[in-house]
């Protein structure tokens, strides 16, 4: 049996305004993602880059869901800018321990907001001579991408709201979620 989890939705107080996916629902999306990621490089030499932190659920858990190995490596960036929006001028923190040269590349990403630092990171990659980059996704917010993100491999497309949970921090707390969930607003001030 498993053991009681003290971070499930019911235990956040007044934290979380709604909750908009459940781990039960995240986990069936990435298996749905991972089949399809297997069978599209089933055979070729794949690389997951996970974008830390807040990829570092989805890499896991998609991972797990693949039905042979693939390895993992990851990046860390900062973006210039405001605590939550995000400017697209980007600097490594943590680059690639691996040569990608001729290497297919999947990039892990928790969320895509804007699309501005995942356009500089796939610049950035194929700029190395990567055989092919492509991008898994778990959560998309349409109505915010400023910049377009052809992202092959997507979780779930949610509104244009701030959300927290499975990876995704405000001010590094609630990572540790196992749901995603909007925050309520008296969290902010
Ligand atoms: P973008 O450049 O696409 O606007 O967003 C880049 C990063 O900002 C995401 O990878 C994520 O780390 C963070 N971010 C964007 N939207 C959200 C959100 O709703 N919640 C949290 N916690 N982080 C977000
Ligand atoms: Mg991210
Ligand atoms: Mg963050």
């Not at 405001?82 to 928790?110: A, M, N, P």
């Not at 001579?129 to 349409?142: F, Q």
């Not at 921090?169 to 925050?183: A, H, K, M, Y």
């Amino acid at each position: 049996p498993r053991m009681e989890r003290p971070v499930d939705a019911e235990h956040m107080g007044d934290a979380l305004e709604r909750v908009l996916l459940t781990e039960e629902e995240i986990l069936a999306g990435l298996d749905r993602m991972a089949r399809e990621i297997a069978a599209d490089y089933e055979g070729k030499d794949v690389l997951m880059v996970g974008v830390l932190k807040g990829a570092v659920m989805v890499v896991s858990d998609l991972m797990r869901a693949m039905p042979y190995s693939v390895p993992m490596d990851w990046m860390a960036i900062s973006s210039y800018g405001s605590g939550t929006r995000s400017s697209g001028v980007v600097r490594i923190l943590k680059d690639l321990d691996t040569d990608i040269t001729d290497r297919h590349v999947l990039v892990v990403e928790d969320v895509i907001d804007s699309g501005l630092t995942l356009s500089w990171i796939l610049e950035n990659l194929e700029l190395r001579g990567a055989a092919s980059v492509e991008v898994a996704t778990l959560l998309r917010k349409p109505e915010a991408q400023k910049v377009e993100i052809d992202a092959k491999y997507v979780g779930f497309d949610i509104p244009n709201d701030f959300v927290v949970g499975y990876g995704l921090d405000f001010d590094e707390r609630f990572r540790n979620l196992r749901c995603v969930g909007t925050l309520a607003p008296h969290m902010y001030s």
